[in-house]
């Protein structure tokens, strides 16, 4: 089966780093995506990944191992509206997008 | 209107009774979606559209139903709602396969009781 797991919760302080892991295990594979999901609001997209590798975007970064099925999400210098759910999505064989459940970041000051 | 519009934003329903969820875009994506998101569970697809006239089912579709009559238009019926249809909705819609991904609605919050 299609699967994408990523961590539940996670606490990080104010102007930290943290970073927030995602696996997957799907029927093809056509990218990996992270969006951001404030509460009670839409995802909004983050980044994409389809090749291996690093891909920054100011205070965000996005990494991707196709082999071992596995990406992360970076933030740097965290601010408190960074509060929100992450959420990473893998896209299959049918580009259909599987979705992990979220990871609820909490930024303490 | 700027990207996708859904109404209502929030609803209570009485188990039965019919009700549709509207979704517009201007964004004259070809490809549209409806997800359920309930908590502790990832986005799961009820029903999707990629192209206007065509529509498939996703992962939930079972007492839902969808139409997609034009390329800005794709509404979702419950025939007959039950509570476990109780959950926040959201529609997208994308660009065939670009890397930026899909963009979200704003939501429907539905309460059936």
Redesign the interface.
């Known amino acids: 089966g299609q699967n994408?797991d990523q961590p539940?919760e996670m606490t990080a302080t104010e102007g930290a780093i943290v970073q927030i892991n995602c696996t997957y295990q799907t029927s093809g594979f056509?990218?990996l995506?992270w969006?951001q999901q404030h509460a009670g609001?839409?995802?909004?997209?983050l980044s994409?990944n389809?090749l291996d590798g690093l891909e920054e975007k100011g205070r965000f970064s996005s990494f991707l191992s196709r082999s071992k099925g596995y990406s992360y999400l970076l933030l740097k210098e965290l601010q408190m509206k960074d509060s929100a759910s992450y959420?990473c999505?893998c896209?299959d064989s049918n580009?259909?997008?599987?979705?992990?459940?979220?990871t609820k970041l909490i930024i303490k000051p | 209107i700027a990207g996708i519009t859904q109404a209502p934003t929030s609803q209570i329903l009485a188990a039965g009774r019919r009700m549709t969820l509207r979704c517009t875009q201007d964004m004259r994506h070809n490809a549209m979606y409806w997800y359920r998101q309930d908590l502790?569970?990832?986005?799961?697809?009820i029903h999707?559209s990629n192209t206007a006239g065509t529509t498939g089912k996703?992962e939930v579709p079972d007492g839902y139903s969808v139409s997609r009559a034009n390329t800005d238009d794709f509404p979702l019926t419950l025939a007959s709602a039950v509570p476990s249809q109780t959950s926040v909705y959201?529609c997208a819609s994308s660009e065939g396969?670009e890397?930026?991904?899909?963009?979200?609605?704003?939501?429907t919050r539905l309460t059936v009781v």
């Open positions: 994408i539940t056509n990218g995506f969006y609001e839409a995802p909004t997209f994409y389809v959420l999505a896209r580009y259909q997008l599987i979705w992990g459940a979220g | 502790g569970l990832g986005l799961r697809l999707y996703g959201f396969h890397p930026g991904g899909y963009t979200f609605g704003s939501g």
